[in-house]
């Protein structure tokens, strides 16, 4: 379940402990301070139309995350997705939250010249880390969204033959960018053997092309479960996956998760028939901190340091850096001035808040004070004119009439003395 996991995906827990150091609580430090905050994760697909990239988000979440496309079809035709839509649910497992975000992104590939294609989606991914950015520039870093997107499932066409050139050009736009998790659509269209070497060309394509795809990373003094869990995983890259949103009843009465054929049924949710269940193992449970990380300290930081270059050193300059060590230092100290800068101007702003904090602070004294004493001098002036009027009727020898309330006093008083 999702809190086990997350002791098992801090790297310090994994490791063996020499003696009493004093943060052996560190674990449910970390623990803790993730369970009150939640997680955040995101999830993007990206593929050619009709690969069936709805059909396995709803399928991966086996929740109503992801509504039937409007309207309802016939025959089970999807309608296709033609925008860029992101849909969110909270879930809660153990005291745990985690709130799942799925960037649904129009399928490309059916235009005569698909060039840009991958525009869309790539501006989309750095809008998020803009806004990220824009967020950490704040003073106020309280509550930060982060809407980065954390793992892209990119969908390849089960021809079984190789990548096409688009796929290529696909991948080699969002690597930098995006932890690529690349999978091979309705992978119940191909045999066995089919989906094996198929899998083998398309890494051997993807190698050759320098394509970075997401690595499960390795640590040492791992312990053998581990070890093995991060081995079968990744013998499953590219994950041959199957979605379907509809239950099938098998001869023996079991329900299940799949597609029905006339030869047999083919189930989601068995190892067996596809990597569906290793694919969602590696997203949810296995290695969701490391996307989390990954996307965070390497490929945000990458894109971050990129955009501050080029507003700081020409663009060009990149070129020459390598053997030029002046546009290097020039570099390091735009950087370094940024963030300087950056610095600087939040102090300037937590000052003059506080500033502004002890001056509202000083004037709602001093208004006090003013209605204080504007009170007081109306109640001594009212008694000053009372007591007048008391002399007056005094002098003028006229009894006085008692007033309501002090009428007992006053008789013993004054009436019978
Ligand atoms: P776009 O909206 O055009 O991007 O399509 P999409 O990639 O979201 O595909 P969608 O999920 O709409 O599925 C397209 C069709 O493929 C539907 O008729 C699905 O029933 C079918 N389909 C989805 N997954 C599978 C699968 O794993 N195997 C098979 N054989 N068909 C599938």
New binding site residues.
Partial sequence: SLSNNLHSITPIIRKKLMGYVGFANLPNQVHRKSVRKGFQFTVM?V???????????NTLFNTTLYPP?EPPAPN???????AIQSISADIEENGVRLRLTVV????FGDFVNNDDSWKPITENIEARFDSYLEQENRVNRQKVVDNRVHACLY?IQPTGHALKPLDIEFMRRLHTKVNLIPVI?????LTDDEVAEFKARILADIAYHNIQIFQAPTYENEDEETITETEEIASKIPFA????DQVVVLPNGRHVRG?SYPWGV?EVDNEEHCDFVKLRQMLVRTYMEELREYTNDVLYENWRTEKLLSMGVAQDSSVFKEINPALRMQEERVLHEAKLAKMEAEMKMVFQQKVQEKESKLKQSEEELYARHREMKESLEKQRLDLEEKKRKIENGRPLTPEKGTQQKTRKGFLRP
């Fill in positions: 697909v593929g050619e139309s009709g690969l069936g990239k709805s059909t396995l988000v496309k089970d035709e999807r309608p296709q997705t033609v649904d992104t129009p399928g969908f659509a309705k992978a119940d269209t996956v199957v979605g379907s597609r083919i």
